[in-house]
């Protein structure tokens, strides 16, 4: 019974994601959002979406769902 390392988030591919989408959307001191940027990322990766740039495109489609919600509406990465 092994690990499968596919399903362990790399540690540098997320951060750099993290980094750059805290970064365009102005929240690098925002604590909640980038926790809720970082658990978007987490769900994706989790979802199969290992590649970094990948990852960032279907990270921004979701964010900008979320900000286009009447209400602020808030993103559901599971969709």
């Known amino acids: 019974m092994g690990i499968d390392l596919q399903m362990v988030p790399n540690s ?42 990948e990852l960032q495109r279907l990270a921004r489609e979701k964010l900008a769902e979320a900000t286009a919600t009447p209400n602020g509406g808030s993103y559901d990465a599971r969709q």
């Open 12 to 53: 540098s591919t997320i951060k750099l994601a993290l980094k750059t989408l805290c970064r365009e959307n102005g929240v690098e001191r925002d604590r909640r959002a980038v926790a809720a940027i970082a658990i978007l990322l987490t769900t994706l990766w989790q979802q199969g979406t290992y590649d970094g740039e």
